[in-house]
């Protein structure tokens, strides 16, 4: 079966940076589209970023021009850069993947990371 794996996570301070990766395994079709989400404790998990195969990307309001999400298809693998980052970015980071055929697909998640943001 489809597993994702993100890694990178970890304390950083205010306006420092992180770089997320997000590896898919074990893949038996093609990979559409791909995304980062996020979920701090009491909240909704949102969307913060997605890329689509061809490269085409979109962005949460709140992190626009701070973040840079990418992916290396040949790798199975998308990377979320951070930078500039603030506290209220502090949160659980998942990896999603839209996978399968046109007009029949399967979403995954990972396991998810933990990105903390203090002093």
């Known amino acids: 079966q489809v597993q994702l794996v993100e890694s990178g996570g970890g304390l950083v301070q205010p306006g420092g940076s992180l770089r997320l990766s997000c590896a898919a395994s074990?893949?038996?079709?093609?990979?559409?589209?791909m995304g980062w989400y996020r979920q701090a404790p009491g909240k909704q998990r949102e969307l913060v970023a997605v890329?689509?195969?061809?490269?085409?990307?979109n962005y949460a309001d709140s992190v626009k021009g701070r973040f840079t999400i990418s992916r290396d298809n040949a790798k199975n693998t998308a990377y979320l850069q951070m930078n500039s980052l603030k506290p209220e970015d502090t949160a659980v980071y998942y990896c999603n993947a839209q996978i399968g055929s046109s007009g029949s697909w399967s979403i995954y998640w990972g396991q998810g990371t933990h990105v903390t943001v203090s002093s």
């Open positions: 890329i689509t195969s061809g490269g085409s990307t």
């Open positions: 074990r893949i038996t079709a093609r990979v559409l589209n």
